[in-house]
């Protein structure tokens, strides 16, 4: 298969809906060998009636021997995307110690646990690309209500970079996309907990300078080159894309 990514074996979690979903279409439309992971073994197997090509498997990304056992299956891949995630609301005086366990635990140690067992391969290979899901909402700026989300996005950034400077000799990349507000499941079950999910979803359409929210295949199609060898000689960088609302 030609394209961008041919002869590219990739990785991409949280790709039951979404940005991870539009991504693992978007890899294997440039020609990449695609392993779709997620919890939700439904939205993998709907994801997966439409393009027959993707490889599924249903795991939970803070699964430390799952994971091990996925990369023992799996072998050495030239993608890792690390695109799962979780969104607490609430500030700090109205996060639990559970909360934030669940916002680190998914945002944060499962990047460093899926690393960790591909990282190996990659090495062994002398090229890869890591691709990290942070956020606009992290070490580039505070929204109100978004305490432990955003830390947890902050500690994605420290971790892409920390990567990025321990294995830069070794042919390994590791980038961090940080999007604004993206129109996705994820967004719609925020909404939905709103008393007036209209209003709720104007207010958050209006705090984008564009005038509208972001759409999944537009942080797809970054990931896409972050992972080609267009982006060789990009590494450690933070891609904010969040039409103007870091501004």
Known sequence: ??????????????????????????????????????RNSETLAVLQSKQPAIK??????????GIARLADEIGPVDVLFNCAGYVHAG????????????AMNVNARSMFLMTKAFLPGMVDNGAGSIINMSSVVSSVMGIPGRFAYGTSKAAVVGLTKSIAADYVDKGIRCNA??????????????????DDPVAARAEFVARQPMGRLGLPEEIAALAVYLASDEAAYTTGSVHVVDGGMSL
Do not use: N
Request: with cysteine; proline share 3%.
């Open 177 to 194: 996309i940080a999007p604004g507000t993206v129109d996705s499941p994820s967004l719609g079950d925020r909404l939905a907990v709103f």
């Open 91 to 102: 500030g700090i005086l109205d996060c639990t110690e559970a909360d934030w366990d669940q």
């Open 1 to 38: 298969m030609s394209g961008r990514l041919a002869d590219k074996v990739s990785v991409i979690t949280g790709a039951g809906q979404g940005i991870g979903r539009a991504a693992a279409l978007a890899f294997v439309s440039a020609g990449s060998t695609v392993w779709a992971v997620d």
């Open 56 to 65: 599924i498997k249903t795991l939970d990304v803070t699964d430390g021997q």
